[in-house]
């Protein structure tokens, strides 16, 4: 645990622990795939980054949608929240599926979060649209902490990821709702993780926890998600997490 780092959002592509694993695919990501790719039609990214949070919440939220630049406002808001739809390569770095042109997170971060997290996202965006590659955007993010560039993390900062219509990975179902609580780094088995029918579970942002020469330069903190029954609509999820799954081996 010592060697998590922080995960701006997402846990988007861990959500596959939270569902039972399909075998591979043969899809290969070894490079990142043409801009275009990664981009969506304004008004459906738009949709889609509202529906990571219930009505109640996203309807006054800021929302974001992705350029040719990185990041921009679509709409902004009043309630401090601020929505978007995450790309794959918001992922551990090491991850197989960093570059899949597939992945669409939607996710909702409230005020602490978007004051502490946000800015992470921002570079990391950047970065990435502008081709600057995996070694190049770790070496910038960590001179922007070493630089006091980026925030550091606020008490309370979480995020919804409730939306029905996302993409988070190739493996199991696809998608999950769930909440994610971002935390400086402690024993999981505070939160209960890894107990029998605990829908408490917890992943990386930057690189696995089998990369801690990685991670030197990062801050020392891990993100818990939650993993719920309802999507954001009120709907029931069809196959949430159950009792019946395995703890997940550290």
């Known amino acids: 645990m010592k060697y998590i780092c922080l995960m701006a959002l997402p846990l988007i592509l ?54 040719r630049q990185g990041y ?26 960093f570059w899949n042109p597939k992945v669409r997170g939607a996710d909702c971060l409230n ?13 990391r965006a950047r970065m990435m649209m502008a081709g600057r590659s995996k070694a190049e955007t770790v070496s910038a993010i960590k001179a922007a902490f070493e ?49 029998r029918g605990s829908p408490v579970v917890f992943t990386p942002l930057f690189f696995s926890p089998k990369e801690p020469s990685q991670m030197k330069g990062l801050p020392p903190i891990v993100v818990f998600a939650v993993v719920l029954t309802n999507w954001s609509d009120g709907t029931t999820a069809t196959d949430p997490i159950s009792s019946s799954l395995p703890p997940r081996k550290r």
């Open 14 to 67: 861990s959500i596959g622990f939270l569902v039972p694993r399909a075998p591979a695919q043969s899809d290969n990501y070894s490079k990142m795939a043409p801009v275009d790719q990664y981009l969506m039609e304004r008004n459906a990214e738009i949709r889609l980054a509202r529906s990571a949070a219930p009505n109640s919440i996203s309807s006054e939220a800021t929302i974001l949608v992705l350029g």
């Open 72 to 97: 921009e406002t679509a709409i902004g808001g009043k309630n401090g929240f601020v929505c978007m739809v995450e790309r794959s390569w918001m992922e551990v770095f090491d991850s197989p599926e």
């Open 111 to 123: 005020p602490q979060a978007a004051r502490s997290i946000l800015p992470i996202v921002y570079l």
């Open 147 to 195: 630089n006091k560039q980026l925030p550091n993390l606020e008490t309370g900062a979480m995020a919804y990821m409730m939306s029905k219509s996302a993409y988070l990975t190739d493996e199991g179902d696809h998608n999950g709702p769930h909440l994610m609580f971002f935390t400086p780094v402690m024993d999981s088995k505070d939160w209960g993780v890894g107990a």
